[in-house]
């Protein structure tokens, strides 16, 4: 019953697609950027990195496209900035 799952799973994976510069520019959204190297982070503006390097460019993508302001770094992961659930007061 595992490789049923397994290969299910694998199949799910490859159906998906990243997100794009245009897409979500459209939602309003930004881009989060970390440096893996020295931990810096930080939110560029989706509209302006659209206009750069057009609305089908992968979000996951625009990191090698970036160097870290702070160390210098070319290790820079990209995501869409989310809309967090903001500060959780306690888990209960």
Not at 13 to 37: D, M, P, Y
Not at 61 to 80: F, H, N, Q, W, Y
């Amino acid at each position: 019953m595992a490789g049923v799952k397994r290969r299910a799973l694998a199949q799910e994976e490859g159906r998906r697609e990243a997100a794009t510069l245009g897409e979500i520019a459209a939602q309003g959204l930004g881009v989060f950027c970390w440096c893996n190297r020295c931990g810096r982070n930080a939110v560029l503006a989706s509209d302006r990195l659209t206009a750069a390097l057009g609305g089908d460019f992968p979000v996951p993508e625009v990191g090698a496209r970036l160097r870290c302001s702070d160390c210098g770094a070319k290790d820079i992961a990209t995501r869409p900035d989310w809309p967090g659930l903001g500060q959780v007061a306690r888990h209960g």
